[in-house]
T-cell receptor, first 114, second 115 residues
Framework: AQSVTQLGSHVSVSEGALVLLRCNYS??????LFWYVQYPNQGLQLLLK??????LVKGINGFEAEFKKSETSFHLTKPSAHMSDAAEYFC????????????FGTGTRLQVFP | EPEVTQTPSHQVTQMGQEVILRCVPI?????FYWYRQILGQKVEFLVS????????KSEIFDDQFSVERPDGSNFTLKIRSTKLEDSAMYFC?????????????FGEGSRLTVL
């Protein structure tokens, strides 16, 4: 069975500070890993994904995540937070060849203070 | 930019009533999904739909739930007799490729409140 754990339901940072949102996964088969973002009153939007190949993946809006198999982690980072980054962030995992059935984490709400 | 649209954005209903949530997927997409999120909990997969039939469903998707694509544009989720525990945000999603690599396009969600 697959699962995702997001540490911290709320994260607060100052504008310009590093953003680090944590995600750990459990999977008995090679995982595909994703970060989705949900801005207020909008749907879920794909931020970035890891399928195969390079373990450091870059996404939209300056975000990136690194797949670390040894740590079963896929943490999301951004060097400098912007006010517009305030949103809910969801980590998700799926199985090879069954990528439509995403298993989501509980989400992390990011607040950015001026 | 093409987007998935959902209606209603919020519906309040009495327990035992039927509810239909509607979705208009992106026009050239072929794969359709419903997910839901109970307040404070994870976003959960409910069902996937392709070629006018259910391709996969979760254990949550019992006989009270049904989906259909009645007219080639809308994709609906029906709950026949709502229960209190059906209160949740329901997300519709669509994908255009057979191996979507997880790039599902989600709507804004429909919040269902069952009283």
């Amino acid at each position: 069975a697959q699962s995702v754990t997001q540490l911290g339901s709320h994260v607060s940072v100052s504008e310009g500070a590093l953003v680090l949102l944590r995600c750990n996964y459990s999977s008995s088969v090679p995982p595909y890993l994703f970060w989705y973002v949900q801005y207020p009153n909008q749907g879920l939007q794909l931020l970035l994904k890891y399928t195969t190949g390079a373990t450091l993946v870059k996404g939209i809006n300056g975000f990136e995540a690194e797949f670390k198999k040894s740590e079963t982690s896929f943490h999301l980072t951004k060097p400098s937070a912007h006010m517009s980054d305030a949103a809910e962030y969801f980590c998700a995992v799926s199985r090879l060849y069954n990528t439509d059935k995403l298993i989501f984490g509980t989400g992390t709400r990011l607040q950015v203070f001026p | 930019e093409p987007e998935v649209t959902q209606t209603p954005s919020h519906q309040v209903t009495q327990m035992g009533q039927e509810v239909i949530l509607r979705c208009v997927p992106i026009s050239n997409h072929l794969y359709f999904y419903w997910y839901r999120q109970i307040l404070g909990q994870k976003v959960e997969f409910l069902v996937s739909f392709y070629n006018n039939e259910i391709s996969e469903k979760s254990e949550i998707f019992d006989d009270q739930f049904s989906v259909e694509r009645p007219d080639g544009s809308n994709f609906t989720l029906k709950i026949r007799s709502t229960k209190l525990e059906d209160s949740a945000m329901y997300f519709c999603a669509s994908s255009g490729r057979e191996r979507s690599d997880g790039e599902l396009f989600f709507g804004e969600g429909s919040r269902l409140t069952v009283l």
